[in-house]
């Protein structure tokens, strides 16, 4: 009967909808395991923003510095940084965009940093003289690449200014921001499984209990070519 396939199908579609709950309820565990893991790492590093008593990212004591780095990461590195992320009452550095934060104040200090330079006998270069003596070198905005390596100052600040130590840092923050960012992922992926989920369900269980009912006399006329057996109708 026509109903009775209404009633199956909708219990299948419910079936379905479970199947998808759970698919939706173990991903968001294993997202929440990833937190957890996340948030132990950032722990043992003990990483943490500054903030003023106002609520303000500060960088050594001031807010101008704070607000150089964050132009340094939205504007020239082009992230899009979550506000929330940032909390005076949690300054542990443990989301995607206080990853990035970090690693941009790395980077700023670099950047902005004077590098000093010895020479412990005279060097010529591309017909140029360097006696020997300190060198004050400012980095002025290079990056690894923006150094000429062959030149006898620039060569040896680049060393100095961007050390292994630096590149470590870039790699261990940049992790830690790509770790966050999958699990904000995840998070969305389990919802939506689960969404579906849960509207397979109605959608099932709806139709069965719509199917499961008995049609007036009249309403069944309406219906072309369909024949209702007499035990689903309602007289009158």
Do not use: C
């Not at 009775?4 to 759970?22: D, K, S």
């Not at 020239?76 to 940084?81: K, L, N, T």
């Not at 700023?108 to 010529?124: A, N, R, S, W």
């Amino acid at each position: 009967m026509l109903t009775t396939r209404f009633r199956t199908l909708g219990f299948v579609l419910a079936a379905f909808g479970m199947v998808f709950l759970i698919g939706g309820g173990y991903a968001w565990t294993q997202v929440s395991a990833g937190y957890d893991s996340l948030e132990a790492f950032s722990e043992a590093q003990n990483v943490t923003l500054s903030y003023n008593e106002d609520g303000q990212l500060i960088d050594r004591g001031e807010t101008a510095g704070a607000e150089a780095i964050m132009a340094l990461l939205t504007e020239d590195w082009g992230y899009p940084v979550v506000e929330a992320d940032f909390d005076p009452a949690d300054p542990l550095v443990n989301t995607a965009s206080e990853y990035m934060y970090q690693m941009a104040t790395v980077g700023y200090h670099v950047l902005h940093g004077t590098q000093t330079v010895v020479l412990d006998e005279p060097v010529e270069f591309n017909g140029e003289t360097f006696d020997a003596g300190t060198y004050e070198f400012d980095v002025d905005g290079r990056y690894w690449t923006g150094f000429d390596r062959t030149h006898p100052i620039e060569g040896p600040a680049r060393e100095m200014a961007w050390t292994g130590t630096v590149h470590g840092l870039f790699g261990e923050l940049g992790v830690g921001t790509v770790t966050a960012s999958t699990l904000q992922l995840g998070t969305g992926v389990a919802a939506l499984v689960a969404g579906i989920g849960a509207t397979l369900v109605v959608l099932g269980l709806g139709l069965a209990w719509a199917a499961g009912g008995r049609l007036r006399e009249d309403e069944a006329a309406a219906v072309p070519g369909v024949t209702i057996p007499e035990r689903e109708l309602i007289k009158g």
